[in-house]
């Protein structure tokens, strides 16, 4: 009786070791398809290029604390020029206030927002008397 108990375990292992091996062999197989398939996806922007000679378009970049204003919305071409515009409270970070389209499909500049530095100068304290003080006030 004890050696009917061996022999169905010992034959379970070796049907656990072929289903083992199977499945191996098929999650290799899926492994190589989707090396394909990630290829093909690569290859294909370039050869559209190439073949038909379709322009890669930019999307409306992301201002953060604000949005920007493109030319078109729709169909942004290389060469085609974005503003930004910031929400209450900001003001456009000098140099990157406008970007221009490329031909890749990015950017000239990463366009940003930003809180104002005042300063406030000078200012009346009585009739006969002014101040040329001033205080520089950081919102941040």
């Not at 920007?68 to 930004?84: M, R, Y």
């Given at each position: 009786m004890?050696?009917?108990v061996?022999?169905?375990?010992?034959?379970?292992?070796l049907?656990?070791?072929?289903?083992?091996?199977?499945d191996q062999d098929?999650i290799?197989?899926?492994?190589?398809r989707?090396?394909k398939?990630?290829?093909?996806?690569e290859?294909?922007e370039?050869t559209?290029?190439?073949?038909y000679g379709l322009?890669?378009r930019?999307?409306?970049p992301?201002?953060?604390?604000?949005f920007?204003?493109c030319d078109?919305?729709v169909?942004?071409?290389?060469k085609?020029?974005?503003?930004v515009?910031?929400?209450a409270?900001?003001i456009a970070?000098p140099?990157?206030?406008?970007?221009?389209?490329?031909?890749?499909?990015g950017?000239?500049?990463?366009?940003?927002?930003?809180?104002?530095?005042?300063i406030?100068?000078?200012?009346e304290?009585?009739?006969?008397?002014?101040?040329?003080?001033?205080?520089v006030?950081?919102?941040e």
């Amino acid at each position: 009786m004890d050696w009917i108990v061996i022999f169905l375990f010992l034959l379970n292992l070796l049907n656990v070791a072929e289903s083992s091996q199977i499945d191996q062999d098929k999650i290799e197989e899926l492994e190589n398809r989707l090396s394909k398939l990630e290829k093909i996806v690569e290859e294909l922007e370039p050869t559209l290029v190439r073949k038909y000679g379709l322009v890669k378009r930019c999307i409306v970049p992301p201002v953060e604390h604000g949005f920007a204003q493109c030319d078109s919305t729709v169909d942004i071409k290389p060469k085609d020029k974005c503003k930004v515009v910031c929400y209450a409270g900001y003001i456009a970070t000098p140099g990157k206030d406008v970007t221009h389209c490329l031909d890749g499909g990015g950017w000239t500049v990463d366009m940003k927002c930003e809180v104002p530095l005042v300063i406030v100068g000078g200012g009346e304290i009585s009739d006969s008397s002014g101040d040329s003080s001033f205080e520089v006030i950081d919102f941040e």
